[in-house]
Every structure is written in structure tokens, then in C-alpha cells.
């Protein structure tokens, strides 16, 4: 920093605290700007990542098909076994493919129970969503081909059956049938929070059996099942992937899948949020635009009453350039110190909306960065005029001022 | 009271080539300065010629209204002559930009006004800084070289007070320091004990004599007979004009 900056930062603080009453009103705007910036730019920001971190779980490069609506009173329906293998031979690009049988149960084991979702599945689902072990194994080929009777407990299934012991090895009653459990899953991040952008399953709560040895008794469609995940090995080709596979399935079966995209759901969310993002950016704008009109106003105030200052300074050498530089200095010390109290303040709202409102928010690091470097443009924007105006100020006539 | 004794830098010590020694610091030929007011003018000074020899010490009087003050902002080129020639150290200040103009103030002129114009939220010794901004001298350089200035004047016990607590003729002697800080070649000061009582007048004018026996180049614009009768030549305004020249 050239001294000259220092020498006019030390001197733009002092005059500003020469009237500190008045310097303090004139920032409120500022500070009040910055604040509601920084508090609803925190409540974007929360949302955002609380959709990253659901698309993370569920995976940007998943597509989940499932079947098409039924009609009213119809038995519910459900994808063909068979176009899980066909699927991960046509569909370009697929690093796995699962079929999943779901259903809604209570497990008991050693006089606890749980509700929990039973799902039927292969060792593919493994790959397909991501599920991280945490202890034994996960369902192999020959569970499924044996039909074992083996499980695989969520985190939570986990702690809720056997809080005191492994369950390693230990037996579950699901539904009519019990299973031996062989491997628990790693927690996962749940996406249960309200307001979320898509209703993952919560795997924490899940139990996986294989496929075929999930009785449902009296199945209408005994080789039916209620999805098909797969996962490519690249996430730029899952668009056209997913078109790939409905296509495949709509062929066995005359009607086409819903497809569950999270990377296109992303988009869509990215396309509220940049809505959102301008709706903010304008009540910024307008604030800021506020905020800054009471700094012209304190700065023109200022230059007014310091007009014979100018004068003797004028006289002592300084040129019209030091001489805006000045007051520019002053209005931007104004509104920084604006914008770090409105940060501060912003900061404290998004715990307020959090707490109150249980909206979940977040304040990214960049954006306080983005609050004080407009807050420093507000203060240069608008201490122009003044400055200019102080300036312009005739030498000989801004020395005769009382 | 004591003053230091190095030599009073540029103030007296103008350097010049060899073949201007005598040339004159200020020239004036036919000056004017009218302002417009409404529709008509004001004409603060209507011909005025003057020269000023370096190591001079002058004197300008006259009533009130009579263009003194006009006169000594031009000569402190802080404003331009309307019409007429004005050359400064042999160079014509008509051709000059703001810019060059403000720089010229701040090496070679030093301002003393009646009524001190110190910036009362500086502490003295920050006031006698204040230049320094201007001049882009290096940090590490200020507070030596203003602590000299107001060695100077005998104000270096006040240093850090405010401009507030000082008496008027420590407020006019914080001034002075002001404008000798940058070894200015001509040290202009306008009624510069007319805010103060007769004994700290006569102070501040033994002050000047002082520092024009050192061998600066000191214009005084005054009411005070006094005052005027202590230069080495008294110019007498009026109606912006120079009514007689006296070498008292």
C-alpha cells in the first residue's frame, strides 16, 4: 500500500469518528443492504447443498426407472425382471444395473422390532447406489442364486435391532421369514429434511435380502420388480442413457418407465435457484441503491462543511485528484465498515432463519467477500460525486468559506 | 526564541543557473483578474506589474476591496490572472495545468493566512505534514522533517496538541512551520497577525524578519503599517492597482 493510502486511511477514520453519531446513522443502509444480502443469499446457498448432498447420495451419474402409474383399483405395477439384463447390455455406458424389490415391513430380532424397508435385490446394487460396508459382507451371486435367506441391515436398522451387540451372524424375523444377517451398512446421509427437492430412500432404514428371497406372498407378477437402478461410468451421457433404457423396457412392455434423472432434477433446481438468485440480486440492488444515496448525502454534507479544508489543502499542494481521493477514501471506509456490520448481522439472520424458520442455510465464503467488495463499489460509486464535486471546488473561493 | 541553524533549505538557497543569478522569482505585466458577477464584471485587479527579486521581502497595502489578496493568490498561483502575463522563476504559469500548478505550490510556495487554517482533527505537528502528502515524500521522512520545521518556529513542545489548544501565535507559528516544510522558494503570507493581539503580533513579525534574514523571499499582504514598514519595499493598492511603490 503507497503511504498516501495509509496516511488517508488513518485520516478518512478519524474524521468519520469525529462524528460518529452521524457516520453510524449514515450506514445503516449499507449495513442493512449487506445483512438481507448475506442472510437470503445463506438460505439459496442452504438449499443448494442440501440438493448436492441429496444428489450425491442418490448419485449424478444413477438413473432410477420406475413403472408407469396404474390406474385406480389396478394391482400396482411393476418393470420385467428380465430388462435389468438387457439394460446393462444395450444401455451405453452402464457401470451396473440393479433390480430392487421394495417393501414396507416391521423386522424383529431378540424382542426388538423396527419398521424398515425390505429390499430385494442382487450384489449389483452395491456398485448401483453407492452403499459403503461397515461391517461382514454385502449380498453375493450365490445368496441370489440360493435364494438365502441372508440380510443386510441400514445403520439405523443396525443400532434400533441390536443396540448392545454386533448383529453379525445374528437372525432377523422379516415380515413371515428369517434371514441371517451377514453385513451392515455405513450411515448415509439422509435426505429427510422438508422442502427437499427429491424424496430419496433412506437407506439408513433398509434391509437387503436377495432378490428371490424376498416373499411377497401371492405376487400377481412373481418375475415383476418395482425398479431398475443403474449407474453409468460417466455422468455426461445419463440423459440420453435414461432415454435409452425407457425405450428398451417400453418395448417388452407397451408402456414406457418414469425415470428418475437426479442429475436433470439438479438442473431443474439449478434453474429455481438461478430465479431465486435474481430476486435476491434485486432486493440487493434496491438497498444498495438506498444505502448508497444516504452516503452521497452524509459525503456531500461532509464536503460542504469541510469546503475551506479543501481550500488549505488545495493551497498546500494537493491536486484535484488528491483531493477526491480523499473523500473517496472516506465514503468507502463508510460503507466496508457498512458492509462488515451488515455481514455480521447477515450471518446472525441466517441462524435466525435456520432456527425459526428451519429452513436449512449455509453462508458460502465468497459471498461475504462479495458483500464488502460491493460495499466497497457503493462507497466509490457514490462518494463519486461528492468527491468530484470537492474536486471541483474553486481554491481561492473554498479558502474564503467560513 | 531559538531557531536552528541549518540553512533555511530552499527558501533562502534558490538555486539558479548561473546565468539567471538575477533573474526574478515572480513576474508580473499588466495582470487582471475580473469575475463575472451576473451579467457584469468585477474587477479585483486591472494592470498590475510587479516583479519580485529572490531574498526580497515586499510588502503589499492598501484598503480593503483593493485586490491584495487577489494579488497574493496569483502570486501563489492558486489563481489565474484573467488577462496578462505571469512568469515564475522565467517560466510562463498561463501554460500550466492543474496539476503543474498544484506541484508548483507545494515545492516552491508556502502559504501563511490570517486566520491560520490549521485542520483542526490533525495534530499540529500532522498539520505541518500535511504537504508531504503532496509532495510524495517517503514516510519514514515526515515527522523528521516537520519536527524541523517546527524546531523552527520554536513549536516543537507542541507537537501532538490539537490545533485547539494552542494560543493564536502558536497557531500562526504551527502555519508557519506548515509552510516552510517544504523548503519553499517564496513564502507568501496574507494579514498574518491580524487575529492576533499586538505582543504575539509582533512575535510572529519578528519571526518572519527572522526568517527573511535567513534569506527567504517573503511577500506579506497587510493593513498593519507596522508590519509593512518592516519590508524593503511597500506596494500600495488601489482599486486593483498599484498606486505607489516605497522603499521605506
Known amino acids: 500500500m503507497s503511504p498516501a493510502l495509509v496516511v488517508l486511511l488513518q485520516l478518512g477514520a478519524r474524521s468519520l469518528r469525529l462524528h460518529k453519531l452521524r457516520s453510524s446513522l449514515s450506514i445503516l443502509g449499507v449495513v442493512f443492504g449487506v445483512a438481507a444480502v448475506v442472510a437470503m443469499s445463506s438460505v439459496g446457498e442452504g438449499a443448494r447443498r442440501e440438493t448436492l448432498a441429496q444428489i450425491a447420495a442418490l448419485g449424478i451419474d444413477t438413473v432410477t426407472l420406475k413403472p408407469p402409474a396404474s390406474a385406480l383399483g389396478e394391482p400396482a405395477a411393476t418393470l420385467p425382471l428380465a430388462a435389468a439384463d438387457s439394460l446393462f447390455r444395450v444401455v451405453p455406458g452402464v457401470q451396473a444395473v440393479a433390480p430392487l424389490r421394495v417393501v414396507e415391513l416391521s423386522a424383529d430380532a431378540g424382542g426388538r422390532s423396527a419398521s424398515v424397508i425390505a429390499l430385494g435385490t ?117 440423459t440420453q442413457a435414461a432415454g435409452v433404457a425407457q425405450a428398451l423396457v417400453r418395448r417388452s412392455t407397451g408402456a414406457a418407465p418414469e425415470a428418475v434423472v437426479p442429475r436433470e432434477i439438479l438442473r431443474q433446481r439449478e434453474r429455481t435457484q438461478r430465479v431465486f438468485n435474481v430476486v435476491t440480486g434485486a432486493v440487493a440492488a434496491i438497498s444498495l441503491l438506498v444505502g448508497g444515496i444516504g452516503i452521497m448525502n452524509i459525503m456531500l454534507a461532509s464536503v460542504a462543511e469541510r469546503t475551506r479544508e479543501v481550500g488549505v489543502r488545495r493551497a498546500l499542494g494537493a491536486r484535484r485528484r488528491d483531493v477526491a481521493a480523499q473523500f473517496l477514501v472516506e465514503s468507502s471506509l463508510l460503507t466496508v465498515t457498512g458492509g462488515l456490520f451488515g455481514s455480521a448481522l447477515g450471518l446472525v439472520g441466517a441462524v435466525l432463519i435456520q432456527t425459526f424458520a428451519g429452513w436449512p442455510t449455509a453462508v458460502h465464503p465468497l459471498m461475504l467477500a462479495v458483500a464488502l467488495i460491493v460495499a466497497l463499489a457503493v462507497g466509490i460509486g457514490f462518494g463519486f460525486y461528492p468527491a468530484w464535486h470537492a474536486a471541483g471546488l474553486d481554491p481561492v473561493e473554498a479558502l474564503r468559506r467560513e | 526564541m531559538p531557531l536552528a541553524h541549518e540553512p533555511l533549505g530552499g527558501l533562502g538557497g534558490v538555486k539558479h543557473p548561473p546565468d539567471e543569478g538575477n533573474a526574478p522569482l515572480v513576474v508580473l505585466r499588466d495582470v487582471v483578474r475580473a469575475y463575472p458577477r451576473g451579467a457584469s464584471q468585477v474587477v479585483a485587479l486591472a494592470g498590475v506589474s510587479l516583479e519580485i527579486r529572490a531574498g526580497e521581502k515586499l510588502a503589499i497595502m492598501g484598503p480593503s476591496g483593493s485586490g491584495k489578496t487577489t494579488l497574493l493568490s496569483i502570486l501563489g498561483c492558486l489563481d489565474r490572472p484573467t488577462a496578462g502575463e505571469q512568469l515564475f522563476e522565467g517560466r510562463s504559469v498561463a501554460s500550466l495545468g492543474d496539476d503543474a500548478l498544484s506541484r508548483l505550490r507545494n515545492r516552491a510556495v508556502g502559504f501563511v493566512f490570517q486566520a491560520f487554517h490549521l485542520i483542526p482533527q490533525l495534530t499540529v505537528v500532522e498539520n505541518v505534514e500535511t504537504p508531504l502528502l503532496y509532495e510524495g515524500a517517503p514516510l519514514h521522512d515526515w515527522r523528521p522533517r516537520a519536527l524541523r520545521a517546527l524546531e523552527r518556529v520554536g513549536l516543537v513542545h507542541r507537537a501532538d496538541h490539537r490545533p485547539s489548544e494552542l494560543s493564536g501565535g502558536e497557531a500562526q507559528r504551527a502555519a508557519i512551520a506548515r509552510a516552510l516544510v517544504t523548503a519553499p522558494r517564496l513564502l507568501l503570507a496574507d494579514e498574518p497577525t491580524g487575529n492576533l493581539d499586538s505582543r504575539t503580533g509582533d512575535e510572529i513579525r519578528a519571526l518572519l524578519d527572522e526568517l527573511h534574514a535567513q534569506g527567504a523571499t517573503v511577500v506579506l499582504v497587510t493593513h498593519n503599517e507596522a508590519l509593512g514598514r518592516g519590508a524593503e519595499r511597500v506596494l500600495r493598492l488601489r482599486d486593483g492597482r498599484v498606486e505607489s511603490e516605497e522603499r521605506p
Do not use: C, M
Not at chain 1, 422438508?194 to 435380502?209: Q, S, T
Not at chain 1, 400377481?220 to 431398475?228: A, N, S, T
Open chain 1, 122 to 238: 442382487t450384489p449389483r446394487y452395491a456398485d448401483a447406489a453407492r452403499l459403503e460396508l461397515a461391517a461382514g459382507r454385502f449380498l453375493a451371486d450365490l445368496d441370489v442364486a440360493d435364494r438365502k435367506r441372508v440380510a443386510v441391515l441400514g445403520a439405523s436398522v443396525a443400532r434400533a435391532l441390536f443396540p448392545l451387540q454386533s448383529p453379525l451372524g445374528e437372525s432377523v424375523r422379516l415380515g413371515g421369514d428369517w434371514y441371517r444377517v451377514v453385513g451392515t451398512l455405513q450411515e448415509r446421509a439422509s435426505p429427510r429434511t422438508r422442502g427437499a427437492a427429491i424424496r430419496g430412500r433412506d437407506l439408513n432404514r433398509a434391509v437387503l435380502v436377495p432378490l428371490p428371497a424376498l416373499d411377497r406372498g401371492g405376487d400377481p407378477r412373481p418375475d415383476g420388480v418395482d425398479e431398475i437402478v443403474f449407474r453409468l461410468a460417466n455422468a455426461d451421457g445419463v
